[in-house]
């Protein structure tokens, strides 16, 4: 049951990052459901005159995504008996 939990903490920034590149190309979520794609895609017309608008979907994607792949790697350390020496 172990690999199974800690594959799954891996895959779900994955299917983060598709998601959000589908969105931003138009391809994914429309709006005006939400998602981090479709809010960067949003704020290209805004780059010059407000860049937060897309910096900050994109940083909280990016810390999501990392967040998820720290505890992946801290549950298959945990739950890895080859790793228990």
């Given at each position: 049951m172990s690999?199974?939990?800690?594959l799954t903490t891996l895959e779900v920034p994955k299917?983060?990052?598709v998601e959000s590149t589908l969105?931003?190309?138009g391809l994914g979520a429309q709006p005006p459901t939400p998602s981090w794609g479709s809010i960067m895609s949003a704020g290209r017309s805004y780059i010059l005159e407000a860049p937060w608008v897309s910096f900050f979907p994109g940083m909280m994607m990016a810390l999501v995504v990392l967040g998820f792949n720290l505890f992946g790697d801290a549950l298959r350390d945990t739950l890895d008996?080859?790793?228990k020496d």
């Open positions: 690999p199974i939990i800690v299917a983060i990052i969105s931003f190309l008996p080859r790793l």
